[in-house]
T-cell receptor
Framework: GAGVSQTPSNKVTEKGKYVELRCDPISGHTALYWYRQSLGQGPEFLIYFQGTGAADDSGLPNDRFFAVRPEGSVSTLKIQRTERGDSAVYLC??????????????FGPGTRLTVL | GNSVTQMEGPVTLSEEAFLTINCTYTATGYPSLFWYVQYPGEGLQLLLKATKADDKGSNKGFEATYRKETTSFHLEKGSVQVSDSAVYFCALIMQGGSEKLVFGKGMKLTVNP
């Protein structure tokens, strides 16, 4: 596809359940990023992949959050034992190389997660 | 740590008014600076960027100049349009460090005809 895609666009779950959020980056982009945006706030960094490996996971809030990118393309963000405080829009972005701090990151439309 | 502070809204302007959105940053090294925009119902998209001091980014009539001496990257437009109504985010990435974007809180702009 032409842009970053994310599925599902909306996810409603109950407290304590497990969820997976998927991101398809722009073809050929080696760097992939996950951010979380709460209402009225700017996006906050969660994790950054360079190829298949997590180059920086310092933004993951706790060990309930985990992300993978096994083949260096599609990525899945996994949240275990969801809590109401996890409710937010989860954004995925990709960039061509993700080096030198000058690449443009292209964002997907986001997945709105609501934990009841 | 590294952070971005931008003026808080919401702001309402009339069409053809002049726009300035202030953005200052705190960084331990040398950042690249970005303005992202989120139009109603759409995803975040890059508006403009600058990667070194005194560079000016421009796009769609918007401009911002990287001022290292004042650690600022203020966004300006001479004459806003109704279609500029959106939320604007200032952000930085540390060059030579992690590639994570650090965002400000965003400012909602509404332009009335």
């Amino acid at each position: 596809g032409a842009g970053v895609s994310q599925t599902p666009s909306n996810k409603v779950t109950e407290k304590g359940k497990y969820v997976e959020l998927r991101c398809d980056p722009i073809s050929g982009h080696t760097a992939l990023y996950w951010y979380r945006q709460s209402l009225g706030q700017g996006p906050e960094f969660l994790i950054y992949f360079q190829g298949t490996g997590a180059a920086d996971d310092s933004g993951l809030p706790n060990d309930r959050f985990f992300a993978v990118r096994p083949e260096g393309s599609v990525s899945t963000l996994k949240i275990q034992r969801t809590e109401r405080g996890d409710s937010a829009v989860y954004l995925c972005a990709s960039s061509l190389k993700g080096v030198l701090g000058t690449d443009t990151q292209y964002f997907g439309p986001g997945t709105r997660l609501t934990v009841l | 740590g590294n952070s971005v502070t931008q003026m808080e809204g919401p702001v309402t302007l009339s069409e053809e008014a002049f726009l300035t959105i202030n953005c200052t940053y705190t960084a331990t090294g040398y950042p690249s600076l970005f303005w992202y925009v989120q139009y109603p119902g759409e995803g975040l998209q890059l508006l403009l960027k600058a990667t070194k001091a005194d560079d000016k980014g421009s796009n769609k009539g918007f401009e911002a100049t990287y001022r290292k001496e004042t650690t600022s990257f203020h966004l300006e437009k001479g004459s806003v349009q109704v279609s500029d109504s959106a939320v604007y985010f200032c952000a930085l990435i540390m060059q030579g460090g992690s590639e994570k974007l650090v965002f400000g809180k965003g400012m909602k702009l509404t332009v009335n005809p």
